[in-house]
């Protein structure tokens, strides 16, 4: 139990141009969705918390009007990526939290996205 | 806000060694603790966790860590090292009661020679 999927796993796109990413959980409902960054040999730098029907709550520093992300239902959490330029080219991995037992049991990661900006 | 300091960002060890690779955190309430393995191009794979009892946890792949609360440490141990457990490892605390929020150690890198 408790998969996370993404889709895609890899996306190439042009620079100017607008990709989404998708977060599923796949066996179980998702009240608490979080969007992560992680560039090459380095940590994951957390993003955003998005609470499903609930506008995200975003770390300082991450432009909310850049990185739109929407949580409409309990199994799904998507994060677009606007106006994308070769800077946000990373990976950008996505967890799920099982309802009131976010932080007591673990975070379900999903499997990682990469994006590429030419 | 809590911090995860994983000394050392680079571990080599000789396959059979002993691996350990090194957590500390900074609440002075035992959080709940964890540690992520990573495979290049991966997502992150739980190892194990300790959220209450038993202070020796033991998880997959052969892998246990043991929290220690007088040095605020959640170190990841296994016996005898394999080929396959190079990757990237995280360790990851989050605050009891209030769930949700992660905060991640900035990784180590685990190199297993022949």
């Known amino acids: 139990g408790a998969v996370v999927s993404q889709h895609p796993s890899r996306v190439i796109c042009k620079s100017g141009t607008s990709v989404k990413i998708e977060c599923r959980s796949l066996?179980?409902?998702?009240?608490?969705m979080f969007w992560y960054r992680q560039f090459p040999k380095q940590s994951l730098m957390l993003m955003a918390t998005?609470?499903?029907?609930?506008?995200?709550?975003?770390e300082q520093g991450v432009e909310k009007d850049k990185f739109l992300i929407n949580h409409a239902s309990l199994t799904l959490s998507t994060l677009t990526v606007t106006s994308a330029h070769p800077e946000d080219s990373s990976f950008y991995i996505c967890?799920?939290?099982?309802?009131?037992?976010?932080?007591?049991?673990?975070?379900?990661f999903g499997p990682g996205t990469r994006l590429t900006v030419t | 806000a809590q911090s995860v300091t994983q000394l050392g960002s680079h571990v080599s060890v000789s396959e059979g060694a002993l691996v350990l690779l090194r957590c500390n955190y900074s609440?002075?309430?035992?959080?709940?603790l964890f540690w992520y393995v990573q495979y290049p191009n991966q997502g992150l794979q739980l190892l194990l966790k300790?959220?209450?009892?038993?202070?020796l946890v033991k998880g997959i792949n052969g892998f246990e860590a043991e929290f220690k609360k007088s040095e605020t440490s959640f170190h990841l141990t296994k016996p005898s090292a394999h080929m396959s457990d190079a990757a990237e490892y995280f360790c990851?605390?989050?605050?009891?009661?209030?769930?949700?929020?992660?905060?991640f150690g900035t990784g180590t890198s685990l190199t297993v020679i022949p």
């Open positions: 998005s609470n499903e029907g609930s506008k995200a709550t975003y």
């Open positions: 300790y959220t209450t009892g038993a202070t």
């Open positions: 967890s799920a939290g099982a309802g009131a037992r976010v932080g007591m049991d673990e975070q379900y």
């Open positions: 609440s002075s309430v035992p959080p709940y």
């Open positions: 990851a605390v989050s605050d009891r009661g209030t769930g949700n929020q992660f905060y």
């Open positions: 066996d179980f409902q998702a009240t608490t």
